[in-house]
C-alpha cells in the first residue's frame, strides 16, 4: 500500500531534548515536506526537500533540521526543542521534483514540549 | 512572503445548504490546489488548477482559479454530513518550490 509513514504518532517531551520525527514514502517520490499545523495558522512549511541532498527552507525553519541521505526518508530533528514547537506535525510526498503534483500526508505527529 | 489567507475560518451549516470558501493570496499564483481534512485526519488532495479562470467540477464540488490568479473558491452544492472537515487550499508562486498553505475554513454540518 502506497503510504507516508511518521513516527511516533504522538510524543510528550521536555524542553532541551533532542528529539527526531522520522517521515519514509514508499511511492518513490522526490519531493518530501514538513509541515506543522496550528490553530487559525493553518499548515505551514518547515522545511522542504526536491532530491537526495537537496534541502531547502520553507516559511518557518527555525529550531529545525532536517537531511535526505536516502529517497525514502526525511526525517525532522529538533536539536533542543522548546514549548513554541508544541504542534501537530505532517510529513508530506509528491511524485516529482516540481510540486505540481498531489502530496501525500502521512497520519501526522503530535509533539508536546513540556 | 507569499500569504494566503482562507474566509471563512468557520462555518456552520445545516445539512442540504450550500458551503463557500474563498482562498486570498498576497501574490500570483502559479497554480493552486485543495485539500481536505477530516477531523482527527491528514489533509487529502482533492484537485489542481492551473489556468486563468479556470472551473473545475467534482460531484458537488465546484473549484474556481480566479482570472488573476490570485484567488480560488470551493463552492459545495446540498452538504451532506459527510462533508464535515477542514478545507484548505496550497499555492505555489514564481519558479519557488515553496508551498503556501491557506488557513483552513472548517466546515460543520449539522444533520
Known amino acids: 500500500e502506497a503510504q507516508v509513514t511518521q513516527n511516533p504518532r504522538y510524543l510528550i517531551t521536555v524542553t532541551g531534548k533532542k528529539l527526531t520525527v522520522t517521515c519514509s514514502q514508499n511511492m518513490n517520490h522526490e519531493y518530501m515536506s514538513w509541515y506543522r499545523q496550528d490553530p487559525g495558522l493553518g499548515l505551514r512549511q518547515i522545511y522542504y526537500?526536491?532530491?537526495?541532498?537537496?534541502?531547502d527552507k520553507g516559511d518557518v525553519p527555525e529550531g529545525y533540521k532536517v537531511s535526505r541521505k536516502e529517497k525514502r526518508n526525511f526525517p525532522l530533528i529538533l536539536e533542543s526543542p522548546s514549548p513554541n514547537q508544541t504542534s501537530l506535525y505532517f510529513c508530506?510526498?509528491?511524485?516529482?521534483?516540481?510540486?505540481?503534483?498531489?502530496?501525500?500526508f502521512g497520519d501526522g505527529t503530535r509533539l508536546s514540549i513540556l | 512572503g507569499q500569504q494566503v489567507m482562507q474566509i471563512p475560518q468557520y462555518q456552520h451549516v445545516q445539512e442540504g445548504e450550500d458551503f463557500t470558501t474563498y482562498c486570498n493570496s498576497s501574490t500570483t499564483l502559479s497554480n493552486i490546489q485543495w485539500y481536505k481534512q477530516r477531523p482527527g485526519g491528514h489533509p487529502v488532495f482533492l484537485i489542481q488548477?492551473?489556468?486563468?479562470?479556470e472551473v473545475k467540477k467534482q460531484k458537488r464540488l465546484t473549484f474556481q482559479f480566479g482570472e488573476a490568479k490570485k484567488n480560488s473558491s470551493l463552492h459545495i452544492t446540498a452538504t451532506q454530513t459527510t462533508d464535515v472537515g477542514t478545507y484548505f487550499c496550497a499555492g505555489r508562486s514564481g519558479g519557488y518550490q515553496k508551498v503556501t498553505f491557506g488557513t483552513g475554513t472548517k466546515l460543520q454540518v449539522i444533520p
Open positions: 526537500s526536491m532530491n537526495v541532498e537537496v534541502t
Open positions: 508530506a510526498s509528491s511524485l516529482e521534483g516540481g510540486w505540481d503534483q498531489p502530496q501525500h
Open positions: 488548477l492551473v489556468k486563468s479562470g
